[in-house]
């Protein structure tokens, strides 16, 4: 990754506002050599604001007209141009000036414009687990044709990444995939009836976004990273252990074909894999608390609980049979989840939904972004209505 001599290392942000675009404007922050080029939002118009007031972006996208016509207004004293929805956020993909692009927007909607920065030779900092999920099959060959670099800002995926370093290649027995086991760890079926949104939001050691944290919750996150992680990393979904290991401080590890293991060890605090991927190959000097392992007395690890948590078996079932159906089960998830953090399903309808939405699927193969998109919808389209009958 190449590094300019003047103004430093220029990156874009989409899905500034969020929990790790606030976190890499924080990492942006104590490094004063990468330059901020342009940053791309949702809604939250006021949040905008304050980060293009502080680093000086030449382009922002907002999601809606009527929010980017606010911050027009807001921002009318400066030399901001204001770009909107998908148009806005494929041309900050794509702007020339720019190295790394950091796809830290939640959903789908980041699929488009992470082809589009490939296909203009931009490295990818990846946050965004629905465009390897549902597009893999796309966006890796594709990436390595224009030998562009995606580096996984996600904790577990830098640690594979970090562990992988060095390391001839084809030479990955397993990869271990760390979980924290989430805040119902050890909870039976019948507990987890009884669980509301509050309870779900309580992760023990992560300090992430809303719906993230239930994935969590309910090990959907660790099926997605699983989906993820077979695409990143070339390797079979056999080779892929899920390993619940609830003090969060090894990240992932990889045992290799002569037993070896070699694992990323630190305190969970996402600034690290986001630093890690904006200077790659490079390290910088990194404040805050460091591992003691005196203090740390003993690391523990647990087989996943498959019967309680069927998110992460229906994610295995997913993944294995490819195609379209990984996009149905990020659907239904999603939407899934949404319903939870209204109110308008209870805790276990959220596996249930995806279940009976990959039941009634008929896979596509080697789905185009178009067709994605489309069973996206469907899906959407078939959990509205299970729920409104």
């Not at 629905?130 to 996984?152: C, D, F, N, Y």
């Not at 896979?363 to 299970?386: A, C, D, F, N």
């Amino acid at each position: 990754m190449k590094d300019e001599k003047n103004g430093g290392k220029k990156i874009a942000i989409l899905g500034s506002t969020g929990s790790i675009g606030t976190q890499t404007l924080e990492v942006v922050r104590s490094n004063p050599e990468l330059k901020v080029v342009a940053l791309a939002a949702g809604s939250n118009v006021e949040r905008l604001e304050a980060q293009v007031r502080e680093f000086h972006p030449e382009v922002v996208g907002m999601w809606s007209e009527q929010a980017a016509c606010d911050l027009r207004t807001r921002l009318s004293d400066l030399n901001v141009r204001v770009v909107t929805g998908m148009e806005g956020l494929l041309e900050i993909a794509v702007l020339p000036e720019i190295q790394v692009l950091v796809t830290a927007i939640v959903g789908m909607i980041g699929i488009r414009p992470t082809i589009a920065a490939i296909s203009a030779g931009k490295d990818i900092a990846l946050a965004n687990k629905e465009t390897l999920v549902t597009a893999g099959h796309l966006i890796m060959p594709l990436a390595r044709e224009k030998g562009v670099s995606i580096l996984p800002v996600d904790s577990e995926h830098s640690a594979i990444f970090q562990s992988l370093n060095g390391e001839p290649k084809g030479r990955v027995e397993k990869i271990l995939l760390t979980a924290s086991g989430g805040p119902f760890r050890g909870r039976t079926r019948e507990q987890l009836a009884h669980m509301q949104v509050e309870d779900a939001l309580k992760h023990p050691n992560w300090s992430m976004g809303r719906k993230i944290t239930v994935d969590s919750s309910t090990l959907v996150n660790k099926g997605l990273e699983v989906m993820e992680a077979r695409w990143l990393f070339h390797v079979e979904l056999e080779q892929i252990q899920v390993v619940v290991h609830p003090q969060s401080i090894i990240h992932s590890a990889v045992q290799f074909v002569d037993g070896a293991i070699i694992a990323q060890l630190g305190i969970p605090d996402m600034k690290l894999p986001i630093q890690y991927a904006l200077f790659y190959p490079d390290r910088k000097p990194m404040d805050g608390k460091r591992v003691d392992l005196f203090e740390m007395g003993q690391l523990t690890f647990e087989k996943p609980d498959l019967q309680t948590f069927t998110g992460l078996e229906l994610a295995y079932k997913a993944a294995k049979q490819g195609g379209s159906m990984p996009t149905v089960f990020n659907a239904a998830n999603e939407k899934a989840v949404a319903l939870f953090l209204n109110k308008s399903i209870t805790y276990l309808q959220i596996p249930e939904l995806i279940g009976s939405a990959m039941e009634q699927h008929r896979v596509i193969l080697e789905p185009t972004v178009e067709q994605i998109l489309e069973t996206e919808m469907q899906t959407y389209e078939y959990i509205s209505g299970r729920i409104s009958h």
